[in-house]
């Protein structure tokens, strides 16, 4: 089977994001480093690309200048176990970024993730569409998920945050 690994294209910031992204996660580590040659689009002896992995995950990431931006269409999800996960790859991620909505955030790449839980998932799928839709509507009002916030709207409790 082939494999398949994850390709981020940035203007000229590839090794510095891969070295912030590294910072973060554990189990992650920059593999290989390779600079541009004589001829080609970029000047000769810069990064061209980084090899890495987060967390077991690999990338590869590229400069190809500034004609790559990153969207909302692609996004890397962080399933967080517990608030405190929330809380710290939000601190992280988000720092000199963009906080957006719904657990999602722009990081200073310009890279969009989600930082989430696979307990909103539970909650918004709950077989009770009012429970689901009062948490989901929790949600919709928060740049960071807020766990505890969105169980106490499906139980029809107030938030406390």
């Known amino acids: 089977m082939p494999k398949i690994t994850t390709f981020l294209t940035y203007d000229r910031q590839a090794e510095e994001a891969a070295r912030f992204y590294t910072s973060i996660f554990p189990k992650s580590k920059i593999h290989r480093v390779t600079k541009y040659l004589d001829g080609t689009p970029m000047?000769?002896?810069t990064v061209?690309?980084?090899e890495f992995t987060l967390d077991g995950q690999e990338y590869v990431a590229l400069n190809g200048g500034p004609s790559f931006k990153f969207t909302e269409a692609v996004s890397l999800y962080v399933d967080c176990k517990n608030q405190e996960e929330i809380d710290h790859y939000?601190?992280?991620?988000s720092a000199g970024g963009e906080?957006?909505?719904c657990g999602?955030?722009?990081d200073k790449f310009g890279m969009y993730w989600q930082v989430d839980s696979h307990r909103v998932t539970e909650l918004m799928a709950d077989s009770d569409?009012?429970?689901a839709q009062r948490a989901f509507n929790a949600m919709m009002k928060?740049?960071?998920?807020v766990i505890a916030d969105m169980e106490n709207a499906a139980e029809g409790a107030a938030a406390r945050h």
């Open 43 to 45: 000047p000769a002896g």
């Open 90 to 93: 939000w601190e992280a991620l």
């Open 104 to 106: 999602w955030l722009r």
């Open 142 to 145: 928060m740049k960071k998920i």
């Open 99 to 101: 906080e957006i909505m």
């Open 129 to 131: 569409r009012e429970k």
């Open 48 to 50: 061209m690309t980084v």
